[in-house]
Nanobody
Framework: QVNLAESGGGLVQPGGSLRLSCAAS????????MCWYRQAPGKQREMVAT???????RYLPSVKGRFSISRDKIKNMISLQMNGLKPEDTGVYYC???????????WGKGTQVTVPS
């Protein structure tokens, strides 16, 4: 069992910045991949950024160059630094951990990010 807790969401004006954090607890393996997803109102959940055990990061094209994901393997935490925020970045941001060894995925409860137009 893995528990994920996000923090750092809020309301920010266009062009502003936010930093999201996710603390993972439980049975976490070093090979697990950790990700950030988001879901805008009326839209499907989409992957925003992912970072694997080797530190390789991948991003949704629309956030590349503005967002940066980082991982602290000792503390079992990931962060998402979001710069140059746009109204289309509005949504609930979820932390996800994918455990390929167990074939399981776990999700946090989400944190709201709002960028008014």
């Amino acid at each position: 069992q893995v528990n994920l807790a996000e923090s750092g969401g809020g309301l920010v004006q266009p062009g502003g910045s936010l930093r999201l954090s996710c603390a993972a607890s439980g049975h976490i393996l070093s090979v697990d991949t950790m990700c950030w997803y988001r879901q805008a109102p009326g839209k499907q959940r989409e992957m925003v950024a992912t970072i694997d055990v080797g530190g390789t990061a991948r991003y949704l094209p629309s956030v590349k160059g503005r967002f940066s994901i980082s991982r602290d393997k000792i503390k079992n935490m990931i962060s998402l630094q979001m710069n140059g925020l746009k109204p289309e970045d509005t949504g609930v941001y979820y932390c996800n951990i994918h455990q390929p060894f167990y074939g399981k995925d776990y999700w946090g409860k989400g944190t709201q990010v709002t960028v008014p137009s």
